[in-house]
């Protein structure tokens, strides 16, 4: 499990000044803390992290030689840059249950022939601490034009253990002709420039 280590978190500075320093500010609550815990982490530990880990991933967070079970609940980016400005972290309790969300990977996207096309990246759910999910991995290798997936297919739904919060009948993935798109998108385009000589005609008869 990843530990990362937690400082008290300077009030004398601004959030954008401590980002400058390489520092990111965050946040640790739970039912079994007397109150929230402002905190700040070296950038340079969160890029670590991140490199494994994502929203939903479960760690040890170690602050003031205390160490604590959490769940990364929120990462908070600049819409523009997409620099990374805050984090939420909430501390696990065993026998709470908790809402997270679960990333799903798609493995072997290569090998299949058509266009895969993925509309849905996280499937939300409840579950207690030792029934957690990070990621959901799905190999698409014999996948063919017109296979599909939803929310209801994965293992995850599948588990007596979560309860899932996303649709059921969401699509997660699928598989479709490249051609059909392309020909989709051609007539699309024609589409477009008939309305628009439609309109210049309209214009010139007015005048």
């Known amino acids: 499990m990843f530990i990362l280590n937690a400082q008290s978190r300077d009030e004398k500075l601004k959030p954008k000044q401590l980002r400058r320093k390489g520092i990111i500010p965050a ?29 939903g991933s479960t760690l040890e967070l170690s602050f003031l030689g205390k160490k604590y079970m959490a769940l990364l609940r929120e990462a908070t980016y600049k819409p523009a840059t997409y620099e990374l400005e805050h984090l939420s972290f909430q501390a696990l309790i065993a026998d709470e249950v908790v809402e997270s969300v679960a990333r799903i990977i798609l493995l072997n996207r290569e090998k299949v022939s058509g266009m895969v096309q993925q509309p849905q990246f996280e499937v939300a759910y409840r579950a207690l601490p030792a029934h957690l999910i990070e990621r959901i991995e799905l190999d698409l290798e ?9 929310v209801e297919d994965l293992e995850i739904a599948k588990d007596s253990n979560i309860e899932i919060i996303t649709p059921l009948d969401t699509l997660v993935v699928s598989v479709v002709d490249s051609r059909v798109i392309e020909e989709t998108l051609d007539e699309g ?9 439609e309109g210049e005609q309209s214009e010139d008869a007015e005048e």
């Open 27 to 55: 946040v640790l609550y739970g039912k079994n803390l007397e109150e929230s815990l402002s905190i700040q982490i070296p950038q340079k530990e969160i890029t670590r992290f991140f490199k494994t880990n994502s929203k």
């Open 142 to 150: 014999g996948f063919d034009i017109g296979d599909s997936i939803r």
């Open 189 to 197: 385009d024609v589409e477009e420039e008939a309305a628009a000589v």
